[in-house]
């Protein structure tokens, strides 16, 4: 079907980079064959080519996830987050919210925890808001559920009116698959997860899914998943089938259009905070409790420097996961060492001198604002006075280290504005901003979300997107700009021309 034509009329170019001039009047933009080939004040209607009128919103470069987990992502997502309810009301309204939403696809909740209320829930209450729509909703600890009749029924359960508990629960568990006809991982069940992120302007996504492979993306892609950008990373583990294929890093997936393409080597180098396992240079301040006291790398120097080689030599880059300043700094030498070229995925914590070496030697930083937002109590809490050598992306820039904002879904929601926000007010709640020395603004971190991009042009990718707001409007303060970033409406999207996402 692709390449596609498409006419944008009277959209304003939202300026990329550094030295971009200031926008100017709307423009009409062209996309003939996936690319853009002209802009000009007023274009005539071509025939046969798809219009759409801006009428005054701001027109960028599509958004780009650069660290996505696309199987996680897509099976957390079908999971309604219940954690946040305090109450059987707070409840049923998220449950009839997500009915609404996603009218006939079953639902399965998760996660809240009636031992502190005060009152038994009813099924019949459930069915009143979720009608012939399955709906399961599973409580915090496990050991129950809470289901509708359509559910019930679905299950060849019993009908009743109080929820299932213990063992008749944990029989039944298994067999949630059958509600969705599948383990979750269906071609429908992906697409949802591509639509959404589409209405969010993400035009493409690094795919670095565990233990997938290419054959499943293959198969997926000709059953519809075939709507944004993708690169399929691979690990060590399929490594020598990728360099057998002769796939290098850019190269269409056989069988697929070269809108989906081979992308990376991923190393995952060392742990996480969060489980004290990222490698560190100096102790973590629990380290008394640990085997490790200042985590550990996961791979010798000399195993990475190996998979670093076989990568390089086989046309592939690198995708190197290192939280820790030690394993910053090992993945540094690894690439100075071998000539890899590629990413440090999250870099989490730095050596100052590491982001010079690391601009030095042209490797990306791929990096994820939103998880800032969670680490903030806990980096000062194990890494005492290590907080502003942590997602230190002023210093990045400034030494001209290429940065690339991702989510890593599921660990935070697959959804740019996010990232964008987070990277600019550098503070999920009331307090101040974490670091404000190494946030970002709107057009730096716009400018870090769309591939390398620069603004609109003649010659651009037909992947754009019309937004209702202008990205780079600067509020009185960065809580302002941060709020309106991350509610950032996104009227259209279009890939390689072809509208994916549209509200006009
Ligand atoms: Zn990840």
């Not at 591939?451 to 992947?463: C, I, L, M, Y």
């Given at each position: 079907m692709l390449p596609v034509s498409l006419l944008i009329r009277r959209a304003r170019l939202v300026p990329i980079g550094p030295a971009a001039a200031p926008p100017q009047h709307p423009v009409d933009v062209l996309v003939e064959d996936g690319v853009v080939t002209t802009v000009a004040a007023h274009l005539d209607p071509r025939p046969g080519v798809e219009e759409h009128d801006a009428d005054g919103r701001w027109c960028a470069p599509g958004l780009w996830d650069?660290?996505?987990h696309l199987t996680q992502w897509t099976l957390s997502s079908q999971r309604l987050d219940?954690?946040?309810?305090?109450?059987p009301e707070q409840v049923l309204a998220l449950a009839a919210e997500r009915v609404a939403s996603l009218p006939g696809v079953p639902v399965i909740g998760w996660g809240h925890?009636?031992?502190?209320?005060t009152r038994d829930v009813t099924v019949a209450e459930l069915d009143a808001v979720t009608g012939e729509t399955p709906v399961v909703l599973i409580a915090g600890d496990g050991h129950h559920a809470w289901l509708n009749t359509t559910a019930l029924m679905h299950l060849a359960m019993p009908v009743r009116d109080s929820v299932v508990r213990e063992t008749e629960w944990f029989a039944v568990y298994p067999r949630l698959v059958t509600l969705f006809g599948?383990?979750?991982?269906?071609p429908d069940a992906f697409r949802r997860t591509l639509d959404a992120a589409a209405a969010r302007g993400v035009v493409g996504l690094v795919d670095f899914e565990f233990?997938?492979?290419r054959d499943d993306w293959t198969e997926r892609w000709g059953h519809?998943?075939?709507l944004l950008r993708v690169r399929w990373a691979t690990y060590a583990d399929t490594l020598d089938d990728v360099v057998a294929a002769g796939l290098r890093t850019g190269d269409p997936l056989p069988?697929?259009?070269?809108?989906?393409t081979m992308g990376p080597l991923k190393i995952i180098s060392d742990g996480s905070l969060n489980t004290r396992t990222?490698?560190?240079c100096d102790p973590y301040?629990?380290?008394?409790?640990?085997?490790?006291p200042a985590g550990q790398p996961n791979l010798s120097g000399a195993e990475l420097r190996e998979l670093l080689a076989r990568a390089h030599a086989g046309g592939l880059e690198v995708a190197t996961h290192a939280i820790g300043d030690a394993a910053v700094a090992e993945a540094l030498g690894a690439y100075a060492d071998t000539g890899a070229i590629g990413s440090i995925e999250h870099a989490q914590l730095v050596g100052r001198e590491d982001v010079c070496r690391m601009a030095a030697l042209g490797v990306r930083a791929s990096v994820q604002p939103a998880h800032l937002l969670d680490d903030r109590d806990l980096t000062e809490l194990a890494w005492p006075g290590r907080a502003e050598r942590c997602f230190a992306f002023r210093w990045m820039l400034d030494d001209g280290v290429e940065l690339a904002l991702g989510s890593d879904a599921p660990v935070s929601?697959?959804?740019p504005w996010l990232a964008i926000a987070a990277a600019v007010h550098?503070?999920?709640?009331?307090?101040?901003?974490?670091?404000?020395?190494?946030a970002l603004t709107p057009a730096e971190a716009l400018a870090a979300s769309v591939?390398?991009?620069?603004?609109?042009?003649?010659?651009?990718?037909?992947?754009l997107v019309l937004l209702d707001?202008?990205?780079?409007a600067v509020g009185p303060d960065s809580a302002a700009t941060g709020a309106a970033l991350r509610s950032m409406p996104v009227a259209l999207t279009a890939v390689a021309g072809r509208v994916v996402h549209s509200t006009l």
């Open positions: 650069q660290h996505v219940l954690a946040a309810a305090r109450s925890r009636p031992g502190g209320w599948s383990d979750g991982t269906s233990g997938g492979s519809d998943c075939d069988g697929c259009d070269d809108r989906i990222a490698w560190c301040s629990d380290a008394h409790r640990l085997e490790h929601p697959l959804d550098r503070s999920a709640d009331d307090r101040d901003p974490w670091h404000a020395e190494q591939d390398g991009q620069p603004t609109v042009g003649v010659g651009s990718p037909g992947d707001a202008d990205p780079l």
